[in-house]
């Protein structure tokens, strides 16, 4: 019988990751696939990097970037997406962050979310605990269009800030092979206002003008 060096060198390499995996959460609180406000632990791998030529990338087509929009007023979103599987997750109470990013034909299987924020003083940071609208957009894209409609009730005039957050099927934060590249998410700012936009009419001309 033939001693493969390779192969034994393959085994003994896979234990000492799995072994560095299993021991890097050690007399830590892990998450055992719940959100935990507090924080915790997770041990679980990167998983599947897609290549360059399949890195995700995402843009929010409407409203319009500075769109002015009433207040207490629904409206609608369209995201498109480009090289993300969209539909794909996790059930998030049972398995967050618990399996490994994974590609379908070199793909990231996921999803995204949209969320909104009110600015108040735009140089201010928005507190991420703090949002007035979220959602996540467990389907298909159709035509890698994504669409959903925004509550707008519990929205009041002022500045806000709608974001995209694109996730791999267990909510992590996507992986892409580089560190230099474009964003994966899209942000745009809309103002949303009680004052409603008045056109100005032509006074009608009285029937005795001469022109």
């Not at 019988?1 to 890097?24: E, Q, W, Y």
């Not at 369209?78 to 539909?87: P, S």
Request: proline share 4%; hydrophobic share 35%; aromatic share 8%.
């Amino acid at each position: 019988m033939k001693f493969n060096f390779g192969i034994v060198l393959t085994i003994l390499l896979f234990s000492l990751i799995s072994s560095i995996d299993a021991s890097f959460c050690s007399g830590k609180h892990k998450g055992g696939g719940k959100q935990i406000k507090s924080g915790f632990c997770s041990d679980t791998a990167l998983g599947q990097v897609p290549s360059i030529d399949h890195m995700t990338s995402t843009l929010i087509i409407e409203p319009k970037n500075e769109q002015t929009l009433k207040a207490h007023k629904n409206f609608t979103v369209l995201i498109k997406v480009k090289n993300l599987k969209t539909g794909d997750f996790s059930d998030p109470e049972h398995k967050y962050y618990s399996i490994p990013q994974e590609l379908d034909d070199g793909i990231i299987k996921g999803h995204t979310h949209i969320t909104v924020q009110h600015l108040g003083n735009e140089k201010n940071v928005p507190d991420a605990k703090v949002f007035g609208f979220f959602e996540g957009l467990n389907f298909r894209a159709k035509h890698n269009i994504l669409k959903v409609e925004v509550d707008g009730s519990k929205l009041f005039a002022g500045k806000y800030r709608i974001c995209t957050i694109s996730s791999s099927f267990s909510h992590q934060p996507l992986v892409m092979p580089v560190a230099k590249r474009g964003a994966q998410d899209d942000c745009i700012r809309v103002t949303l206002t009680n004052h409603h936009k008045h056109h100005k009419r032509t006074p009608r001309r009285p029937r005795n003008w001469k022109v």
